[in-house]
């Protein structure tokens, strides 16, 4: 059974665990004169996620369906939300839509400039574009700018069935998934190091979330901007890379 709760006012984490994988796969529902749907699932999870969803709103009233970066976990439901939401208007960056959308969508996807904004009724989401970060030339992230709730996808990724927010060290949780990853010669490579990965993760910094909604394990409340900034060290301790840290032989 997938797993609900209330994470923060009107969103809502619908979470599946898979226990052969020993992983969660977590979908964002905002809940408001516009809902939004932020991660689709996966095709296979869809009768199990929408089951879920249908207990906190009608879900052929979803407005508006959104993720990070083209991947089975992130829209690979997109055409059956689009089936069971007859209004919804999938949206991603311009890049996305472009090189995508465009072919895999039963419905038009509006790819949104960078900073451009969707407002779902009380609140507003931003659209970051974050080119090959976490993973794909597509890739963007959602920050709801009234409460400070940055949607980030794979970031901070964790393993195993996780509470629904944690306010611990979510950096040591985060390492220790590329380690196990790392160590899996089919999974290592699963998230890219490059000169611009922190500079990628300071534009996130910046707006200094005080939730970061993880799509693999839970989601940190907390100084936001103090874990961003931290996960470009961890990234670049675990991964390898070029770092352009002031100071660093990158820079």
Not at 70 to 85: H, K, M, P
Not at 117 to 125: A, K, L, N
Not at 152 to 168: A, I
Not at 182 to 205: F, G, I, S
Request: glycine share 8%; net charge negative; hydrophobic share 40%.
């Amino acid at each position: 059974m997938a797993r609900i709760d209330e994470i923060a006012p009107d969103l809502f984490r619908v979470s599946v665990f898979v226990p052969e994988i020993n992983l969660q796969f977590n979908h964002f529902l905002v809940r408001d004169e516009e809902p939004l749907l932020f991660h689709t699932g996966m095709r296979r999870m869809f009768p199990e996620v929408r089951e879920a969803m249908a207990r906190i709103i009608n879900p052929a009233e979803i407005r508006w369906i959104s993720w990070s970066h083209f991947e089975v976990d992130e829209c690979g439901a997109l055409n059956q939300w689009l089936a069971e939401a007859p209004r919804a208007q999938p949206f991603c960056t311009e890049v996305g839509a472009l090189v995508n959308l465009r072919d895999f969508s039963d419905r038009p996807a509006r790819g949104l400039r960078a900073d451009e904004t969707i407002d779902t009724g009380r609140h507003r989401y931003r659209l970051i574009a974050t080119p090959h970060l976490p993973h794909g030339w597509d890739a963007g992230v959602l920050f709801e700018e009234r409460d400070g709730i940055l949607l980030c996808s794979d970031l901070f990724h964790q393993v195993g069935d996780r509470e629904p927010v944690t306010g611990g060290d979510i950096l040591d949780r985060w390492g220790h998934a590329m380690d196990a990853y790392q160590r899996n010669p089919v999974l290592m490579d699963y998230m890219p190091v490059t000169t611009n990965t922190r500079r990628q993760l300071e534009k996130l910094a910046a707006l200094e979330p005080r939730l970061i909604a993880a799509m693999h394990g839970s989601s940190f409340a907390g100084d936001g901007a103090a874990a961003l900034r931290g996960a470009a060290d961890v990234m670049y301790t675990r991964l390898g890379g070029t770092d352009t840290k002031p100071g660093s032989d990158g820079a």
